[in-house]
Nanobody, 114 residues
């Protein structure tokens, strides 16, 4: 069984910063990909950023240059540093770990006020 837990969401003013954390535990294969997704009200869930175990990253165009994804392989943890936040970044942010199977966290709310 794999558990995925996010933390670090909250309310911030536009232009501010937040750091999200994701911790995965359980039986996890080493060749995995971790990613952050978000879902705003009335919209589909979308990829924000992903990172392989080797450190290769992929970002949505809307967050490039503002968000940074990093991971600690030894701890199966992942972080998303979000800078220059905009009201359109408001969403529930989800962590996912994939290695054939996919495991999702419960989500953490990020609200950016204008």
């Amino acid at each position: 069984q794999v558990q995925v837990v996010e933390s670090g969401g909250g309310l911030v003013q536009a232009g501010g910063s937040l750091r999200l954390s994701c911790a995965a535990s359980g039986t996890i294969l080493s060749m995995n990909v971790m990613g952050w997704y978000r879902q705003a009200p009335g919209k589909q869930r979308e990829l924000v950023a992903s990172i392989t175990r080797g450190g290769s990253t992929n970002y949505a165009d809307s967050v490039k240059g503002r968000f940074t994804i990093v991971r600690d392989n030894a701890k199966n943890t992942m972080y998303l540093q979000m800078n220059s936040l905009k009201p359109e970044d408001t969403a529930v942010y989800y962590c996912k770990i994939s290695f054939g199977f996919e495991y999702w966290g419960q989500g953490t709310q990020v609200t950016v006020s204008s």
